[in-house]
T-cell receptor
Framework: NAGVMQNPRHLVRRRGQEARLRCSPMKGHSHVYWYRQLPEEGLKFMVYLQKENIIDESGMPKERFSAEFPKEGPSILRIQQVVRGDSAAYFC?????????????FGQGTRLTVV | DQQVKQNSPSLSVQEGRISILNCDYTNSMFDYFLWYKKYPAEGPTFLISISSIKDKNEDGRFTVFLNKSAKHLSLHIVPSQPGDSAVYFCAAPSNAGGTSYGKLTFGQGTILTVHP
């Protein structure tokens, strides 16, 4: 059973370009979470999605960032018009359930560098 | 507002000795806590958890202690091994509003180095 798969592992974008980060959850998992880790900081929650629905986007910046988890295919985190401050490691996690005792499994992350 | 705090950025321990990593929290609504371990260029991996109805949970060399009155938890690793060298994150589900226990608030992390 493959783990959470994220691609690309590394992404370099020039300021103003768009970045698309992909996440395939573990088989059977319908809960997906995106986190961002800035240098020297812990992981910060961005968004929680279930299939075709955004459940909680309280950690998402109001502009330029969007996320989706379509019925078919991976979850996508999209950053439009990237700026240098968007440079970070972006981690996706998935879980089978959402109640107490839920274990979130993390992917290896996408390291975004904006030049 | 940092609701989960790990005030020690780093810890250095000799192989075979005990490693103690500390974590404080401010939100009294937190009722479940987790420790994750992270190697460079990899995602965090789950290590051990504890429910607020317990004050101790043990799994092999790893034990987590919870002091609810002090809003403090600690992870003990004994004996420490060089392969334990990693960043350790304390986390709590921030599921206010009933979203999901997978929505986690992380501490800043502590870099553990175990010397042979």
């Amino acid at each position: 059973n493959a783990g959470v798969m994220q691609n690309p592992r590394h992404l370099v974008r020039r300021r103003g370009q768009e970045a698309r980060l992909r996440c395939s959850p573990m088989k059977g998992h319908s809960h997906v979470y995106w986190y961002r880790q800035l240098p020297e900081e812990g992981l910060k929650f961005m968004v929680y999605l279930q299939k075709e629905n955004i459940i909680d986007e309280s950690g998402m910046p109001k502009e330029r960032f969007s996320a989706e988890f379509p019925k078919e295919g991976p979850s996508i985190l999209r950053i439009q018009q990237v700026v240098r401050g968007d440079s970070a490691a972006y981690f996706c996690a998935s879980s089978l359930t959402s109640g107490e005792g839920t274990e979130a499994f993390f992917g290896q992350g996408t390291r975004l560098t904006v030049v | 507002d940092q609701q989960v705090k790990q005030n020690s950025p780093s810890l250095s321990v000799q192989e075979g000795r005990i490693s103690i990593l500390n974590c404080d929290y401010t939100n009294s609504m937190f009722d479940y806590f987790l420790w994750y371990k992270k190697y460079p260029a990899e995602g965090p991996t789950f290590l051990i958890s504890i429910s607020s109805i317990k004050d101790k949970n043990e799994d092999g060399r790893f034990t987590v202690f919870l002091n609810k009155s002090a809003k403090h938890l600690s992870l003990h690793i004994v004996p420490s091994q060089p392969g334990d060298s990693a960043v350790y994150f304390c986390a709590a589900p921030s599921n206010a509003g009933g979203t999901s226990y997978g929505k986690l608030t992380f501490g800043q992390g502590t870099i553990l180095t175990v010397h042979p």
